[in-house]
């Protein structure tokens, strides 16, 4: 079953494709349908973590059971894209689905009669397949992908009720604010891939497998920093953002102009 883990992401994309097409036009005003895509990528987890902790998953020596496919050539080598699983992805995958499916469910009653009722589901799906993605990606590439757009859905949920000014201020806020430290992200693995030469995080070649190529200094100023510890204070800042932790916490408190639900899910 692990084999097919890209399910579980791809169910809420397909949900969101469905609700922007049809709209209102579907069960529940696309709420249903937002819903059944989120609950069967929820079982299709529960089936993943049941092989995995109780069947004793296939994996390699590492515990990580990784699926990897040439995406585009750079230079002479090529990047992969793919899902790895392991112990901590099923355990994201699940607290994930569980919460996203509860905040589905809630949102029935706490958004009726909105007159963009649909388009909230939508967004709601297009964001739970965008933390779903970033739980599975097998590379630091498709983890940015993801990244970003968990700051896009971000802005547009927070900002769900635009007509608003402070809504409207706060959604702005968020993604300027996430936008910081996703800089430092970009280039914390930007420096790994200088480095190891590779954005994948498992395999031979995988980052993991090269963190001794990281053993060198960068002088700054007066200081000289090992090179694993500034990528890893890099992608750090990108946590600091994303997680609203001091000093990039100044967005949290604002997010909750946008719809309650949405609250809980970020």
Not at 68 to 73: D, G, L, N, R, T
Not at 168 to 188: C, P, Q, S, Y
Not at 222 to 249: E, N, V
Request: proline share 5%.
């Amino acid at each position: 079953m692990m084999h097919y883990t890209w399910l579980v992401p791809l169910l809420p994309v397909i949900a969101f494709a469905l609700i922007i097409a049809f709209g209102r036009k579907l069960p529940g005003q696309g709420a249903y349908v937002a819903i059944a895509g989120m609950l069967t990528s929820l079982a299709i987890s529960l089936v993943i973590a049941a092989q995995w902790f109780l069947l004793g998953g296939a994996h390699d020596n590492h515990g990580v059971f990784s699926v990897a496919v040439h995406w585009m050539p750079a230079g002479s080598s090529f990047i992969d894209m793919g899902f790895s699983v392991d112990a901590l992805t099923i355990v994201m995958l699940l607290v994930v689905t569980v919460v996203a499916s509860m905040v589905m469910i809630y949102s029935v009653g706490y958004m009726h009669g909105d007159k963009r009722y649909p388009r909230y589901f939508a967004y709601l799906s297009l964001f739970s397949a965008a933390m779903l993605t970033l739980v599975i990606a097998n590379n630091v590439l498709l983890m940015f992908m993801s990244w970003e757009l968990v700051g896009l859905t971000s802005y547009l949920l927070i900002g769900f009720w635009f007509e608003k000014p402070t809504a409207m201020r706060a959604a702005k806020k968020a993604f300027l604010v996430n936008r910081i430290g996703d800089i430092g992200f970009m280039a914390g693995f930007i420096l790994l891939f200088t480095r190891t030469h590779s954005f994948n995080l498992f395999g031979e070649a995988g980052i993991f497998e090269n963190l001794d190529k990281l053993n060198a200094t960068m002088h700054v100023g007066p200081w000289a920093i090992p090179l694993a510890a500034m990528a890893g204070l890099l992608l750090f800042a990108g946590a600091i953002g994303k997680s609203a932790q001091f000093p990039l916490h100044v967005w949290l408190p604002d997010a909750m102009e946008g719809p309650t639900p949405v609250s809980a899910l970020i």
